[in-house]
């Protein structure tokens, strides 16, 4: 994407605040590459996943507030994950497999809010005082996402995911409740996102579509969330960035979700942590994809992939009338270097809403994280830097 008509984004003066969470929930007990069908890439069939540290291995808490990790939880039988203190260690709410049934209504279809690789996602309500089941559009609800019961890779993720979620504290990383490990069930309970994942907001058809002011709320906020990972004492990967695993809550607050692919970043003189290619088609890093080597600026060209689908209203995989798909970055690059071309891009449903100077600033920074070479590519403190600076200035107009 070298080819952009807009300055590199100016490192700020100062990096963008870490802010406390503002979720309020009660304390808790406790080289040939291969795409699936689902998109996933996978590079070696054989090798693990090394997203987190060994057995006992522990990170002290940092001075700078950054995020402190406790142990570790290796891959191992589920039986004994379950019956692990260092599971319990992470405090989260234990729930029993009965309880969500219930809260689920026995994982009635008409309670189904999501589906994909890890397994479905339902709607519950329960009593958090009581720990009871309510009835529907009673008490505090809940996303319940059900694991498929085959598979060792979707383990490992549902171990992933609840280590990583567990530690994580910003107003911009969904909350993860708590857990079920009730024999071979494994089931994870996160807050509930009211407006459900960007992906199916942009790209249904409505007569309400989201307007440019609420996209840019949405890219401010899930910058954030990402910046947050990244400025970690020991900085985290998302590794799977994406429209559907950004949620919205009522207020289309975005929330980073679905942590099961995450990786910590590169440790002490380390450029870059070797891996195998595991994410979805058309929000890959061309280096990524070419060598295995994963860093913070992989992250940041799904962002600028994310951004370019709030911008255009179109899916990361483009589909052509002639039936050929394409990824959405290779289409629009010709488009984001050229103001005169830049509307033909925007989102129809909203292209004539706004000022087309917003529309130069925003492509600027899509054009920025979408660089070809990742060093030239910001961080996403300065992405968050760039679209708060925009926002502010149409909240002044």
Known sequence: MGNCL?????????????????????????????????GEISKADGERNSSVPSKGQTEKPSKDGGLSFSPILEDRPLQDVRKDAEVHALKLQIFSYNLLKSSTQKF?????????????????????????ATKPGKGLAIAVKKLRKEGVQGHKEWLNELTFLSQF???????????????????LVYEYMAKGSL?????????????????VKVAVGAARGLAYLHTAAKPVIHRDL??????????????????GLAKFGPQGDKSHVSTRILGTRGYFAPEYIATGHLTLRTDVYSFGVVL????????????????????LALWAQPYLGNKLELPRIIDKKIRYSFPIEEAYVFASVICQCLETKHKSRPTMTEVVASLEQLQQNMNLM
Not at 6 to 33: M, R
Not at 201 to 214: T, V
Not at 242 to 249: E, V
Request: charged share 20%; proline share 5%.
């Open 6 to 38: 807009w300055k590199e984004v100016q490192s700020p003066n100062q990096p963008a605040g870490v802010v406390p969470s503002s979720i309020s929930l009660p304390s808790s007990g406790v080289n040939g590459v291969r795409i699936s069908p689902a």
């Open 199 to 215: 992906e199916a907001y942009l790209m249904r058809e409505s007569s309400f579509p989201l307007s440019w002011n609420r996209r």
């Open 108 to 132: 009635s279809s008409k309670n189904l809010i999501g589906q994909g690789g890890f397994g479905d996602v339902y709607r519950g309500w329960i009593n958090y005082s009581t720990m009871i």
């Open 169 to 187: 504290n910003h107003p911009n990383v969904v909350k993860l409740i708590g857990y079920c490990s009730d024999d071979d069930d494994r089931i």
């Open 242 to 259: 994406k429209a559907s695993n950004i949620l919205l809550d009522s207020d289309f607050n975005a929330k980073l979700s679905d942590f």
């Open 308 to 327: 370019l689908e709030i911008f255009s209203g179109c899916g990361a995989i483009k589909k052509y009338s002639d039936g050929v798909a394409g990824d």
